[in-house]
């Protein structure tokens, strides 16, 4: 069987800097992440940080992962502009992406969407019960209606994103605000999952459903094909139709 | 009444440069756009070009425009990048924005749809004819069925856009290609046009039906109201429902 | 100035047979929302029941309607197949449509949509606070960024409809659950909105920012073209490009 | 290896009464297409037809069934409601559902969609070219950028469709006119794609590509997981969050 091969990105900022992250994640986030995927035999997953050469997201690495998963937050500014290219040409021909939390402003997402991606926010430890918009989607399997992460970061519309494909999940906070949680793109060839939860001070990606929910996207964001980019030129004399050439050009 | 306040920018370089584009459009493809959409009493619409100061697209000029209509072929990497994050920002603010033609590689349509925009094409002033697929919509009032445009540039699929909110127009062409040539997107507040006839050597825009589905854009793309870039905090004593703040922060 | 016309139809049954309803709109909630449209100008609403010949919506007075507004619950399974296929057939051409509450299990909605229309649901009184998605939208105009019902009926996720145009309106109950409760489609020429507050024991449509709603959703719904139903033959000596005909035919 | 369960449906109405139709599929359509799509080892196809009791879709039937491939054109109108009832239950449920040519204007289809399904009609044995708009969607891999029919019954726009999903493949008729040939939609959980090829006079059904398409869309249109339909009630008691029932009911 060939399995996935995914890159989990991480920036690995907090992790670093903050005591209570890397309590939290003492091998970092990306770490956790990888770990969780690996437990799935159909998933190879390995990662790469922002202090690597090339944020470690060299041609080689891109052309060997079939989807890339992306945590950022306090260095979307430090990512190379010619990274996000070459991740998003990547994306546009084929990888599959995972947006994960604050993502939500890296240079890729916004790339990739167009819009500003903003959305409110307050870190108070609230509770989020996160509900499931449709039980019958691949991203969705195994999880029941609803779960609790009993302390997350409120993210609450409106989010500034466009219409996604498909809303999947939804996020209610006790606080009293409400999230586009789980929703889909596809750019291209590739296919874009972007899911809310996973604020560095809590311990989202040790949950059991919200690895069920990682595993699941990766799997689904599998690439199905290659769209390559690239304007073609058709010659008059290699239209499919017989056709004369005519009028004037500035070519 | 109040007037819907149109810019109409050209990249003015092709009727600078070339004798054939002159002859169609000697006062610039901008200035014959610009009247085509005054002969409705119900638009105001002026012109703006690259050459000018900031192209022509002030904070100033841009906070007066409720759509924006973008020709541009030859100069796309000479458009500012900073003038195309204030384009942006208006349009996902609220502002319309009509790309013509090979505006499909400009830099805001690429930076709004977050795609290659890439295509086939065949400079051969081959026939083509334009199919409505919603006689229904505000774009399409006044059409007939399908139009002929004698000559135009063959624009082919597949075409790199997200999949659009609405495929208006199809086209057909003799050499036997097809095109989605006219799709609506909307970004924030922003509503999105693109339209594929108007290759600068044959005389498109002096077409009345071309004329009238420019017209019929501008006034579908009117601005509904403001969405407001930027993230907003709302602090735990904020909060809609009263929560006591808990938990790590980094901040 | 030529008035928005527009038809609201009510079941009238829960007013008739239920005191506390009857308390809170003793004319029918029909009236309540016509009253309420009627207070901009740009409107002309008028009302028609379930108990009136043809339910009210005969030929002529489809005809004589830009935007219909829905709102049933007891007695879906009365209302004649024959009058859904007569609204179904005025919206692909052209009407707005509005669709209320428990309308969401209306024939005329399941018909339109295609899916189970299916939800969760409690009447329990509980509070709802209504987020806008979209400030920047001809339907929230006017809306803070969001606003409370102190009681509704819960309705909650998964909610099986076909991913909507737009979700404009997200709804967060007190009791822990979420539901998209404003969403749009297109349907042919038709513009379809719905809205889920509305129980019938609660005076939700007497509340400002709900009539607000009503009011900007029956003016976005306005018709914009017709989109004649019906399948047309193009013979071959019709064709748009010369052709022979050739081949075995089974008419 | 568990095998993909399919089962191809076929009015066989023409293959009985026509002899130019019999002479292309001898043991009937829905037998090539089954062949067809037998040639890939993931595949397990059989048939139904509409002469069988319940038109050979039996709740046991259409419970083995991953997806359904439904071909019709004659006798739309002679498909039992109550097993178009069924047949859209098990879709919104998870059954994948391709419909094929013609079958644009069966009850499933109609039911599923909500709109006229109509579209320009011309059986002149002309030439068809279908363009792919997405190299990259699983649907259309195996397949060149276009290619050719030499004899198809020409299907125009406009298609009375909703916005689909996804538009993979668009038609170039030798006569002029456009299509939209294949598109997707998600409905529920189950998975939809609408290709359009496929006139009873002309082999179709026996071309390499189209056969390639119908093996692809089986496989893309494999159920993803179960959405059950159905509104569920959830008490007070029963709430995620502790609330207080209050306000009457007319329960």
Known sequence: MTQLRVTVWGENVHEQTSKAVGAIYPTG?????????????????????????????????????DVLTWWGHAAHGKVDDKIVDRVQKR??????????????????????????????WREAGERERVWVCNPGHAITQGLP?????????????????PNPDEVL??????????????VTYRR???KIFYFQPGHET???YHEPLVQQILRNAVLWAKPEGVFKTGCQHISADKAPEPITASGASVH
Chains 1, 2, 3, 4 share one sequence.
């Open 91 to 120: 994306v546009l021909e084929g990888m599959g992406l995972i947006v994960l939390h604050s993502g939500h402003h890296s240079k890729i997402f916004k790339r990739l969407m167009g819009t500003s991606c903003d959305l409110l």
């Open 145 to 161: 209606p609803q779960f609790v992460l009993e302390h997350e970061e409120m993210y609450g519309e409106p989010f500034g994103i």
């Open 29 to 65: 986030m990306h770490t956790t992440i990888a770990d969780a995927l690996n437990q799935d035999a159909r998933i190879k997953a390995r990662t790469a940080t922002l202090q690597e050469t090339d944020h470690g997201l060299t041609d080689t690495v891109l052309a060997d992962t």
């Open 188 to 190: 291209g060839a590739g």
């Open 202 to 204: 809590y311990p989202t």
């Open 169 to 182: 999940l939804i996020g209610w906070f006790q606080g009293g605000e409400v999230f586009r949680s789980g």
